[in-house]
């Protein structure tokens, strides 16, 4: 006689988590398409413009709410400003480009290739131990991009109308690595919340400036749904989501957080079919099955040195 089996239930922390988690790709799922309909109105450098003050003054509120508002040491604030260059303005400059010259369902999958770049560059500098499965997952994911990337309206075909923006997509997920491995010191020492809103407000003002001229050159007024886009990107789509993700991290930690992020590209490229009416071929189906697949196996066969 065997005694049964007691299932513990999860903690009340966990499930509000993953739940937190759910909202999270549903807000980054439905973001790639809002984006794509606001820049029909909005040149890519104003809307960021826009949209990337709103997501500052919400992190800031936050952290003014929680009473942990303040400023790092002198000495890393050279570094907090050259991670807000890279990871708020170089990173974002390429993706809002990108964006512009690419569909929705692309660029959901395409910038799922940061963590495979993270991995790489983790490893070069001996931050953490690649074993041999992770390479294979890289390279299948190499793979499901070239898939993604050689897929046009009319089948399997380099040289299609979105290459020059998928092209820039996977700079900007590269870009990306490079702030994360960047910033990880700094967020051992203040936390992951203090140095994204830090290196966000960087970003912020200079993506301003730099998106000014194109604000003050629009012919006519955007529209209301272009409005609801800047919103939506800049409110929910950086700001809310930002948060989501890092209480996850907080409660569950990093490779159970990163795997929920695996089902954004999905629920986006359905959300891409059902409003922009980008109806996916056999190859970016293929390229996303790749993909997701390859960057599972990276994460699962990464370790911490």
């Known amino acids: 006689m065997h005694a049964p089996t007691l299932v513990r239930p999860r903690p009340a922390a966990n499930r509000a988590a993953e739940a937190g988690l759910l909202l999270m790709v549903a807000l980054w799922a439905v973001n790639f398409s809002f984006i794509k309909v606001a820049l029909d109105e909005i040149p890519p450098f104003g809307f960021n413009a826009l949209r990337f003050p709103l997501a500052a003054l919400l992190l ?27 990871g708020n303005v170089l990173y974002q400059l390429l993706f809002i480009v ?3 010259r690419s569909r929705a369902g692309n660029a959901s999958l395409l910038l799922t ?52 923006g998928d092209l820039l997509l996977i ?57 609801a886009g800047v919103l939506y990107a800049g409110v929910l789509g950086v700001g809310v ?12 930690g990093n490779t159970h957080t990163s795997a ?24 970016q189906l293929l390229g996303a099955v790749v993909i997701i697949g390859g960057i599972s196996v990276v994460r699962r066969s990464t370790e911490a040195a």
């Open 113 to 164: 290739g940061s963590p495979v770049y993270t991995a790489m560059l983790s490893a070069a500098l001996g931050h953490e131990r690649v074993r041999s499965a992770a390479w294979a997952g890289i390279a299948a994911t190499v793979v499901g991009i070239a898939l993604v990337v050689g897929s046009g309206e009319g089948g399997f075909r380099f040289g299609a109308t979105t290459l020059v």
């Open 171 to 227: 700079a900007a997920s590269a870009v990306w690595a490079f702030y994360t491995v960047g910033a990880r010191d700094l967020i051992r020492k203040y936390g992951s919340v203090a140095v994204t809103a830090w290196t966000l407000w960087v970003g912020a003002l200079l993506l301003l400036l730099i998106g000014l001229p194109d604000l003050v050159r629009l012919d006519r007024p955007p529209s209301l749904l272009a409005w």
């Open 241 to 252: 989501a930002y948060l989501l993700w890092y209480r996850a991290v907080s409660v569950l």
């Open 98 to 100: 990108g964006m512009s």
């Open 60 to 86: 800031a509120t936050v952290l003014r709410y929680r009473g942990n508002l303040r400023l790092p040491d002198p000495g890393d604030r050279g570094r907090v400003v050259a991670l807000g260059i890279v």
């Open 260 to 283: 929920f992020s695996n089902l954004t590209p999905v629920l986006a490229i359905l959300v891409a079919w059902l409003w922009l009416a980008e109806v996916p071929n056999v190859w």
